[in-house]
Nanobody, 124 residues
Framework: QVQLVESGGGLVQAGGSLRLSCVVSGGTFEVYTMGWFRQAPGKEREFVAAHERSGGSQYYADSVKGRFTISRDNAKSTVYLQMNSLKPEDTAVYYC?????????????????WGQGTQVTVSS
C-alpha cells in the first residue's frame, strides 16, 4: 500500500518561507510524477507544482512561479516544496500526490495516491 506523509506546514508571516516535505512509502518512488496541490477554505483544490519522474521537468502554477521550487530526492523517496515570499493568499491545506502514468500533470483527477495534507497559514 502506497502511503504519502506530508510535513513542514505551519504559521508564517507574509514574506517568510516554509519547506514542505512528503515521504512516500510502499511504492516505486522513482517512477511517479509527484505533485503538490492546495485547497483553501471554500475553494476547489488547485495545482501548485509537479515534478516528473526522475530526470523529468518541473511545472508550476502561474501564481507561485518564481517563489516556489519543487524538488525530489529519490534516495529518500521524498519530494519537497520550498516556498519563499509567501503571501496571505497562499494560505491553504497543501497536499502531496503521486501519479503513476505521467499523463496529465496539472489535473488532480489523474493522481493515484494522496497524502493527508498539511496546513500552511500566512499572516499579513
Amino acid at each position: 500500500q502506497v502511503q504519502l506523509v506530508e510535513s513542514g506546514g505551519g504559521l508564517v508571516q507574509a514574506g517568510g518561507s516554509l519547506r514542505l516535505s512528503c515521504v512516500v512509502s510502499g511504492g516505486t518512488f522513482e517512477v511517479y510524477t509527484m505533485g503538490w496541490f492546495r485547497q483553501a477554505p471554500g475553494k476547489e483544490r488547485e495545482f501548485v507544482a509537479a515534478h516528473e519522474r526522475s530526470g523529468g521537468s518541473q511545472y508550476y502554477a502561474d501564481s507561485v512561479k518564481g517563489r516556489f521550487t519543487i524538488s525530489r530526492d529519490n534516495a529518500k523517496s521524498t519530494v519537497y516544496l520550498q516556498m519563499n515570499s509567501l503571501k496571505p493568499e497562499d494560505t491553504a491545506v497543501y497536499y502531496c500526490a503521486a501519479e503513476r502514468e505521467n499523463l496529465v500533470i496539472r489535473n488532480s483527477r489523474f493522481y493515484d495516491y494522496w497524502g493527508q495534507g498539511t496546513q500552511v497559514t500566512v499572516s499579513s
